[in-house]
């Protein structure tokens, strides 16, 4: 996950989206999918602005891809915050599903009843 600065314009937020996956394809890697939420408010106040414009991007890259892809992503002023995250293969599969638009149902488990 990306957070860039608001003050980008809709070119530049594409722009900069596709300098992201053009460095992972460079370098060996391979996006697997997007998602630009766009401009989104914070929870709290980053670098004196309320607002971020938000870019989840999935890829497959070699372990070490990650500290030179960190290192540029630190190096561009457009990007306020960045965050990696290992996807486990229950993931990965979830994540599949949801792209290819079939329906996705969160299991979640209901607590137990119990009679009086």
């Known amino acids: 996950m990306v957070i860039f600065t608001p003050v980008l314009s809709n070119e530049e937020f594409k722009a900069a989206q596709k300098n992201l996956k053009k460095f992972i394809t460079d370098n060996g890697?391979?996006?697997v999918g997007e998602d630009a939420w766009g401009l989104k408010s914070f929870a709290y106040p980053i670098d004196?602005?309320?607002t971020?414009?938000?870019y989840v991007?999935?890829?497959k890259a070699e372990s070490t891809f990650n500290s030179k892809f960190q290192i540029q992503m630190n190096r561009d002023e457009s990007i306020m915050r960045h965050?990696?995250?290992s996807l486990d293969k229950h993931a990965v599969a979830y994540?599949?599903?949801k792209r290819s638009g079939e329906k996705v149902e969160k299991t979640i488990s209901e607590p137990e009843k119990t009679e009086a």
Do not use: D, I
Request: charged share 30%; glycine share 12%.
């Open 57 to 59: 991007l999935e890829y």
């Open 52 to 54: 971020g414009l938000y």
């Open 48 to 50: 004196k602005k309320t």
């Open 29 to 31: 890697g391979e996006t």
């Open 83 to 85: 965050m990696f995250t």
């Open 95 to 97: 994540n599949a599903r």
